[in-house]
């Protein structure tokens, strides 16, 4: 038995356009349903991108906490505070939440903005062609009060400490895909290790802001619609038994286990795949299986060429032709690009799958619902740098 | 790819390799010279100063330094921001010390680093202005890229992990990267994640630190906007900062970066490496009481403490020196002073305390990673630095053995905190090679 096999991954938490539950994520992406949403000010913001997958900027009723929680934190770190509402509602009805041997473990988002609104860079405009005194000044008037610890991307892990009473192991990484993966990765470890009794685990998507689409450029963008959203779970100790299919239902819901995982660095194209197919590799020989016991594969959102690329061909190198590998199909249709969130949105959307027996196969049309072959599914990471990750998740009771 | 972590699995962790940069000094033994005699890091911000910003002053790296130090990072880390080629320096000066070879080329080596996000600066942001409607509070993107946009490597150059994946890739040390984002604890973090992977035996070899470089317009303004910098008043630049004394005011704001090179024994010692000091213990903890401040009374802070001497069965009579984090805030100080009488108890007054904050100002997540190496010279050389502008305790901080002057004395095990904004608090227990 290894040290993995005691720790279940249950408790989803999902916010993303979609709704609040990782059944309503499914059912929009089986009913081909348009989550995307319009916006005035996004049509103008994102070039050749009218649409984009927004969520509401929870208020304070919806995070249950005082409005003065508002003020020192940013739409990112709400976002981030309402999925791990959503994660630890069934858990703090059968049980004591929080305490010392509640850790959290975090994939953030970084969006490179300005920390002036965008309303007094008017005055920063007449400012600049004054001194540089003026703007010290300017500066000195403008800066919204509380942003030096709203900007601060560890914020929502504060905010998520505070609400419910966590004071267990913790860490926070960033800021692309792969941080969402490590949060797993580590979270679980943290519960295996015993350092913590069980772990919050989250990502967060960043806001969809204008100065974000530069960045996305910048860094290979496809085009891809943005999205919004928080992904979270929890990690706890299940019961101390041989075979994961022998646990029983796990109290806060359908459970799964991390089986398997692999990380890897790759800077170019061809690096980049063969470190996704070693980490591939990786975590398959970790789970005790090979390419034939995967029965779903959800890969990274392709927004970048490279990525996309890289993710086609690990999947062709491990799985072989496209007609022998098994369905692959991910959230995007209804989520957008959720940065760090995304693979752990799909970690979620895999348990799903997972504790009723089906899962999802896109047909670069549509997205159609089947039976889940096998208990196992593969979900994997390519972040901007270079940064691969992969996980094969395991059905663990339901 | 990682292997599996075999449970129970516990290698020793030891540190071979540092690296540094602060103010003008590139070197952790410069640093430490320096410091022991009193000196400090923290001046007037020329600029600053000049344009009127209500706390011009920080620890700084000095202009002409900055300027070599990013001529001196070779053309395949480029591009690397403000933080990332301090980083390179210190992790490269690191590893160099080390011994290692100039490629690892293993999965069974990682990096490790901390560093937060930096927020655009007002020259970046006026050429944003001209295509703002500033009725709507809306940008007009389209014209913006027409004109040209922003610096177009400027996100991979601001970007935290740009530096990691560069570092990884340069010294062929990719099983693991993490970018740690967990606020002024991060660099003590990024080096406590990178101890546990040694640990469970999944590294070898890791290189963990962080970098800062947020002595800007933009965050000097967001801090001073929520009362956390010392006022300047008419108290010199020197004696702004004055960790755990009555009269402390709030934090100087630094840059910096700092790495050390962490390998299993066995690893070490098969390539006959020189062992500098051990890692002892760890404990990366949050906490659940608000954003500004942590409990008064010190518990969460000793929690974390007592959990990082658990990690390493040790206890409190182990340890005989305390870097501590003291950022010469009131809450900070107060927390963490509380804190120490709580775990130390009576011997709290024989147990050196240094707040090296007090001259090299606060560089947030590269504090904690800074303090470990001097924590690892401290041990090298029998000797605690400094806390300057120490005079006078609180009714909290008193009891406490703050150390003024370079003190020579038996150091064996130090415990080196690191307690962040919103409660994500670090312990680091470093001890001597053995």
Redesign the interface.
């Known amino acids: 038995m290894?040290?993995?096999d005691a720790v279940r991954l249950t408790a989803p938490g999902l916010y993303t356009a979609a709704g609040a539950d990782p059944a309503s994520l499914w059912e929009a992406l089986v009913a081909g349903k348009d989550t995307g949403r319009s916006d005035e000010?996004l049509a103008?913001?994102?070039?050749g991108a009218g649409t984009a997958f927004l969520v509401d900027d929870p208020d304070a009723a919806t995070l249950g906490v005082h409005r003065r929680?508002l003020r020192?934190s940013e739409k990112q770190a709400r976002m981030a505070l309402y999925g791990a509402r959503l994660a630890l509602t069934g858990p703090s009805v059968t049980g004591p939440v929080?305490g010392?041997g509640w850790?959290?473990y975090l994939g953030?988002p970084?969006v490179?903005?300005?920390?002036?609104?965008?309303?007094a860079?008017?005055g920063?405009?007449r400012a600049?062609d004054d001194?540089?005194?003026a703007?010290?000044?300017l500066?000195?008037r403008e800066?919204?009060?509380?942003?030096?610890?709203s900007?601060?991307?560890?914020?929502a892990?504060?905010?998520i400490?505070?609400?419910?009473?966590?004071?267990?192991?913790?860490?926070?990484?960033?800021?692309?895909s792969?941080?969402g993966l490590?949060a797993l990765v580590?979270g679980v470890?943290s519960v295996?290790?015993g350092e913590n009794e069980a772990a919050v685990i989250g990502a967060v998507s960043p806001k969809v802001h204008?100065?974000l689409?530069?960045?996305y450029e910048?860094?290979g963008w496809t085009g891809a619609a943005p999205g919004e959203g928080a992904a979270f779970l929890v990690a706890r100790r299940g019961p101390d038994v041989p075979g994961a299919r022998d646990v029983p239902a796990a109290p806060d819901g359908p459970a799964v286990r991390l089986a398997?995982?692999?990380?890897?660095?790759g800077?170019d194209g061809a690096d980049l795949t063969s470190?996704l197919t070693?980490?591939v590799?990786?975590?398959l020989a970790?789970a005790g299986t090979d390419a034939a016991g995967i029965g779903w594969v959800l890969p990274d959102a392709g927004w970048t060429a490279a990525g996309e690329q890289a993710q086609r061909a690990a999947l062709d190198r491990v799985f072989g032709p496209a007609g022998a590998r098994p369905a692959v199909a991910g959230a995007e249709r209804a989520t957008g690009v959720l940065g760090p969130a995304h693979p752990l949105a799909h970690v979620v959307l895999a348990l799903h799958g997972l504790a009723t027996g089906r899962l999802l196969a896109d047909d670069g049309e549509t997205v159609r619902e089947e039976p889940l072959p096998v208990s196992r599914v593969l979900v994997l990471a390519c972040?901007a740098?270079?940064?691969v990750c992969a996980v094969v998740l395991e059905g663990a009771g339901s | 790819m990682n292997p599996h972590i075999p449970a129970g699995a516990g290698h020793e962790v030891v540190v071979t390799g540092i690296g540094l940069v602060a103010g003008r000094l590139t070197d952790p033994e410069a640093l430490f010279d320096h410091l022991a005699q009193g000196n400090t890091l923290i001046a007037e911000h020329p600029l600053h100063k000049e344009w009127g910003v209500p706390c011009a002053v920080s620890a700084h790296i000095d202009p002409a330094v900055r300027r070599s130090l990013e001529e001196a990072v070779p053309p395949e880390a480029r591009p690397l921001g403000p933080a990332g080629a301090l980083a390179w320096h210190a992790a490269a000066q690191a590893w160099e010390r080390s011994g290692l070879p100039r490629r690892l080329d293993s999965e069974r080596g990682g990096v490790f680093l901390a560093c937060n996000r930096m927020v655009m600066e007002p020259a970046e942001l006026a050429g944003l202005a001209d295509h703002v409607d500033f009725e709507a509070g809306a940008l007009d993107l389209d014209a913006y890229l027409d004109a040209g946009g922003p610096d177009p490597r400027r996100h991979e150059r601001v970007q935290p992990d740009t530096a990691t994946a560069r570092l990884a890739d340069y010294f062929g040390a990719a099983g693991v990267l993490e970018t740690h984002a967990d606020a002024c604890a991060a660099g003590g973090m990024a080096i406590g994640s990178a101890y546990r992977y040694i640990r469970s035996g999944t590294l070898d070899v890791a290189l963990a630190g962080g970098a800062e470089s947020l002595t800007t317009l933009a965050s000097v303004a967001a801090f001073y906007g929520i009362g956390a910098l010392a006022p300047a008043g008419d108290r010199d630049a020197a004696e702004l900062s004055r960790p755990f004394d009555k009269d402390r005011s709030g934090f100087v704001i630094g840059d910096g970066a700092a790495f050390l090179v962490l390998e299993s024994r066995a690893h070490a010692e098969a390539r006959g490496a020189r062992v500098l000091a051990r890692v002892a213990g760890y404990a990366g903890v949050t906490e659940a009481v608000k954003m500004t401040s942590s409990s008064r009374d010190g518990s969460d802070y000793a929690t974390c403490i007592r959990a990082a001497l658990a990690d390493g069965g040790l206890t409190p009579d182990d340890i005989d020196h305390v870097n501590a984090h003291g950022t010469s805030t009131e809450a900070n100080d107060t927390c963490e002073a509380a804190a120490l009488h709580t775990v130390f108890g009576e011997r709290v007054g024989r147990i050196p305390v240094t707040g090296n904050k007090s001259a090299m100002g606060h560089s947030l997540a590269n504090s904690g990673a800074a303090e470990a190496v001097l924590s690892v010279l401290s041990l090298q050389r029998q000797a605690v630095l400094p806390t300057l502008n120490f005079h006078e305790p609180d009714e909290v901080t008193r009891g406490l053995d703050i150390v003024t002057e370079q003190r020579h004395t038996p150091v064996t095990t130090v415990l080196s905190n690191s307690f962040g904004f919103g409660g994500q608090n670090c312990s680091l227990i470093l001890a001597q090679a053995g």
């Open positions: 290894t040290n993995l000010l103008e913001a994102w070039p929680v020192t929080g010392e850790g959290l953030l970084t490179d903005e300005q920390l002036l609104r965008f309303s860079l008017d920063l405009r600049a001194s540089p005194g703007v010290a000044a500066y000195g800066v919204p009060p509380f942003s030096g610890l900007h601060l991307n560890s914020t892990a504060a905010h400490s505070a609400v419910f009473g966590l004071t267990g192991a913790m860490a926070a990484y960033s800021p692309f792969d941080a490590s580590d470890l295996a290790e204008p100065l689409f530069p960045q910048e860094l398997g995982y692999g990380r890897g660095f800077a470190a070693e980490a590799h990786a975590a970790m972040g740098r270079g940064q």
